[in-house]
């Protein structure tokens, strides 16, 4: 039988080297259970690196990336290269890599090495208590279950949860990145979609998706906006068109929904976000590149529509806060970029520089009406927004 465990630890040596993800130091089998944070929608669990003990967003569409003075702490060491990415708003960017040393996701599931992106000082990382994110390339050699009643993740090494059968699952397409990706129904049009756990909401669909599904498919296009939806890693992207839209049906593997809200994204594939977790528990075979979802009903779902919005986008830019999405119904009362300095009489100038603290403060507002005060040629001047 020892035997027998050697020649497992080689061979998985040998098959972590060859996928450029190094090292799972176990030979037996593997089944820890994580308790989780849900904070923000962002699904947090502990990890130590190199002794030191830090927090991690899981972010299954990204790749891992710790923030620079972090990354310094644990004694990363430089690849002496770079990688690109692409963010929420297809603004590319390069980052520097390194490789993390004695990583522990788990008591008994454990990487000697994992390589990382390089992130600058991010006010959202620090505000979430969080080092970085871990992308699905952490876990390329588990099978990892989301059961978010329990607010817990499973990691399973080398073999999958006991019980389940690679029948019960479907296809996944990771490509090089080991991203989640399925094949998901849009009313008999079928579209490869990223389960993204750093994703917020249901569905996000891509402008592209929406420009073939909407004349296939039943659906509704409630308004059309300029602008960017959210700051990106590189930082508030150029304007796009944007619109907020309902499709009439959806099916996420076996479970159907209905009236699915989404306002589009600019990027190449849509994604289903932390949102399907309240549906069910999610199962993610790396190894064999298996995706499973096992309902916790079997009911139609009615998803509510298109999503309640304001008809303006504020972020922080540079020092200060800026319009970053307009509206059909303010298009010819603001612009992209006009400066923002009062929000329903908050002055801005004492608010941190965070898209969470302005999600924040125009989430309490009561009511679906309020205004915002713009500085625009050293004039002040008041506007009235409405949520729709």
């Given at each position: 039988?020892?035997?027998?465990?050697?020649?497992?630890?080689?061979?998985g040596?040998?098959?972590?080297?060859s996928?450029?993800?190094?090292?799972?130091?176990?030979?037996?089998?593997?089944?820890?259970?994580?308790h989780?944070?849900?904070?923000?929608?962002?699904?947090?669990?502990?990890?130590?690196?190199?002794?030191?003990?830090?927090?991690?967003?899981?972010d299954?569409?990204?790749?891992?990336g710790?923030?620079?003075?972090?990354a310094?702490?644990?004694?990363?060491?430089?690849?002496?290269?770079?990688?690109?990415?692409?963010?929420?708003?297809?603004?590319?960017t390069?980052?520097?890599?390194?490789?993390?040393?004695?990583?522990?996701?788990s008591?008994?599931?454990r990487?000697?090495?994992?390589?990382?992106?390089?992130?600058?000082?991010?006010?959202?990382?620090?505000?979430?208590g969080?080092?970085?994110?871990?992308?699905?390339?952490?876990?390329?050699?588990?099978?990892?279950?989301?059961?978010?009643?329990?607010k817990i993740?499973?990691?399973?090494?080398?073999y999958?949860?006991?019980?389940?059968?690679?029948?019960?699952?479907?296809?996944?397409?990771?490509g090089?990145?080991?991203?989640?990706?399925?094949?998901?129904?849009?009313?008999g049009?079928?579209?490869?979609?990223?389960?993204?756990?750093?994703?917020?909401?249901?569905?996000?669909?891509s402008?592209?998706?929406?420009?073939?599904l909407?004349?296939?498919?039943?659906?509704i296009?409630?308004?059309?906006?300029?602008?960017?939806?959210?700051?990106?890693?590189?930082?508030?992207?150029?304007?796009?068109?944007?619109?907020?839209?309902?499709i009439?049906?959806?099916?996420?593997l076996?479970?159907?929904?209905?009236?699915?809200?989404?306002i589009?994204?600019?990027?190449?594939?849509?994604?289903?976000?932390?949102?399907?977790?309240?549906?069910?528990?999610?199962?993610?075979?790396?190894?064999?590149?298996?995706?499973?979802?096992?309902?916790?009903g079997?009911?139609?779902?009615?998803?509510?529509?298109?999503?309640k919005?304001?008809?303006?986008?504020?972020?922080?830019?540079?020092?200060?806060?800026?319009?970053?999405?307009?509206?059909?119904?303010?298009?010819?009362?603001?612009?992209?970029?006009?400066?923002?300095?009062?929000i329903?009489g908050?002055?801005?100038s004492?608010?941190?520089?965070?898209?969470l603290?302005?999600?924040?403060?125009?989430?309490?507002?009561?009511?679906?009406?309020?205004?915002?005060?713009?500085?625009?040629?050293?004039?002040?001047?008041k506007?009235?927004?409405?949520?729709?």
């Amino acid at each position: 039988m020892r035997d027998m465990r050697t020649i497992v630890f080689i061979f998985g040596l040998l098959v972590l080297f060859s996928a450029g993800v190094f090292g799972q130091q176990v030979t037996r089998r593997v089944c820890d259970t994580i308790h989780y944070e849900l904070i923000r929608e962002k699904i947090i669990i502990p990890v130590t690196v190199n002794g030191i003990k830090v927090k991690y967003i899981v972010d299954t569409g990204g790749k891992t990336g710790t923030m620079r003075d972090v990354a310094v702490d644990m004694k990363a060491t430089s690849t002496g290269t770079s990688t690109s990415v692409s963010d929420i708003n297809r603004a590319g960017t390069s980052f520097q890599t390194g490789i993390l040393h004695d990583v522990e996701l788990s008591p008994n599931y454990r990487l000697p090495r994992l390589e990382t992106m390089i992130f600058p000082a991010t006010g959202f990382f620090r505000e979430l208590g969080v080092a970085g994110i871990l992308g699905g390339d952490a876990f390329a050699r588990s099978v990892i279950t989301f059961d978010s009643r329990e607010k817990i993740m499973v990691i399973n090494y080398p073999y999958r949860p006991a019980g389940l059968k690679i029948t019960d699952g479907v296809r996944m397409f990771p490509g090089q990145s080991s991203h989640s990706i399925v094949d998901v129904d849009f009313g008999g049009v079928s579209k490869r979609v990223l389960f993204d756990t750093g994703a917020s909401g249901l569905l996000l669909l891509s402008s592209i998706d929406y420009g073939d599904l909407k004349d296939k498919v039943k659906n509704i296009k409630v308004a059309e906006a300029i602008g960017v939806n959210m700051v990106g890693i590189s930082g508030v992207g150029q304007p796009v068109e944007i619109d907020k839209v309902a499709i009439g049906e959806m099916t996420f593997l076996d479970k159907k929904f209905t009236n699915v809200g989404s306002i589009t994204i600019n990027m190449g594939m849509s994604i289903i976000g932390i949102d399907m977790l309240r549906y069910g528990k999610i199962v993610i075979d790396y190894m064999r590149e298996r995706f499973y979802f096992f309902p916790y009903g079997e009911e139609i779902v009615d998803a509510g529509g298109a999503p309640k919005t304001w008809n303006v986008g504020i972020l922080p830019v540079k020092g200060h806060f800026e319009v970053t999405t307009v509206w059909d119904n303010l298009k010819d009362q603001l612009e992209f970029g006009d400066r923002v300095v009062n929000i329903n009489g908050k002055n801005l100038s004492s608010v941190a520089q965070s898209q969470l603290e302005i999600d924040a403060l125009l989430d309490a507002i009561e009511g679906d009406s309020a205004y915002i005060i713009i500085l625009k040629e050293g004039r002040e001047r008041k506007v009235e927004i409405k949520r729709f």
